[in-house]
């Protein structure tokens, strides 16, 4: 067993494992499930396992033996698993390939105008940025700052900001009639202007109308990558 065990593991070196065919795809997902055998399975089945998991192809006794109906349950249930554990791993890895620039998790306050004008002008050129102008007592800036709070979790790539009309040192642009105001801009370049942004919800709204809005002109990009979806899947054994 060991020399076959061997033999199988160089069989698998001699692939290029940045092979990105069908070939090394195939490959790939055979050395995720060998490399990925709960070890609290008995060891007769995660022989079984194994060897059903393996690319050989010279074992005609193995090929032309009938599976019991115990072994497709145990062979479809550890796939099964094993195939959501391999997605999720392909997910973060090409997240993280495709990751770029800095992280935010947060709202940034702004205090004045100059720090307005330096997050417009010095930020990443990749890197979204959304700003609100807030005034304290204007219906509606309060619970679209906490929708902002909410979306910054969601979307850690985009700075969300906020700045008090008064601070901008632009106030008189910026009355009580228009706010709260949400400007959007990428690379220095105003995407977006929606004075009184709050006139396009209901009265009591959330982060998902806001980001639904926001959606429409096209203005956020995809949320970040989660891998919390299939966990609760995985607890069990294999029985």
């Known amino acids: 067993a060991a020399g076959k065990m061997s033999a199988s593991t160089q069989e698998e070196e001699e692939l290029p494992a940045n092979h990105t065919g069908p070939k090394?795809?195939?490959?790939?997902?055979?050395?995720f499930k060998l490399d990925s055998v709960d070890q609290t399975v008995p060891q007769n089945k995660r022989e079984l396992l194994r060897q059903m998991s393996s690319p050989r192809e010279d074992d005609k006794e193995r090929l032309n033996r009938k599976m019991s109906a115990q072994e497709y349950e145990l062979i479809q249930e550890e796939d099964e698993r094993c195939l959501k554990?391999?997605?999720?791993?392909?997910?973060?890895?090409?997240?993280?390939?495709?990751?770029?620039?800095p992280k935010f998790e947060y709202v940034y306050?702004?205090?004045?105008?100059?720090?307005?004008?330096?997050?417009?002008?010095?930020?990443?050129?990749?890197?979204?940025?959304?700003?609100?102008?807030?005034?304290?007592?204007?219906?509606?800036c309060e619970q679209l700052n906490s929708c902002l709070d909410c979306l910054a979790l969601e979307y850690t790539n985009v700075k969300?900001?906020?700045?008090?009309?008064?601070?901008?040192?632009?106030?008189?642009?910026?009355?009580?009639?228009?706010?709260p105001a949400l400007l959007v801009?990428?690379?220095?370049?105003?995407?977006?202007?929606?004075?009184?942004?709050t006139k396009h919800f209901n009265e009591d709204f959330f982060a998902t109308d806001v980001e639904g809005f926001l959606n429409e002109y096209g203005l956020l990009p995809e949320k970040e990558f989660t891998a919390c979806a299939d966990d609760e899947d995985e607890g069990g054994d294999v029985e």
Do not use: P
């Not at 554990?85 to 620039?101: P, T």
């Not at 969300?160 to 706010?179: H, K, M, P, Q």
């Not at 801009?185 to 942004?197: Q, T």
């Open 85 to 101: 554990r391999y997605r999720k791993q392909c997910m973060q890895e090409m997240h993280e390939r495709l990751s770029f620039g």
């Open 185 to 197: 801009y990428k690379a220095g370049e105003l995407l977006g202007n929606f004075l009184s942004v």
């Open 24 to 31: 090394g795809v195939i490959n790939d997902w055979r050395r």
């Open 109 to 140: 306050e702004l205090d004045s105008g100059e720090a307005f004008l330096e997050v417009i002008e010095k930020e990443h050129r990749l890197t979204l940025v959304v700003v609100h102008i807030y005034q304290h007592g204007v219906k509606g």
């Open 160 to 179: 969300f900001c906020r700045i008090d009309a008064v601070e901008t040192g632009a106030a008189e642009r910026f009355s009580a009639e228009v706010l």
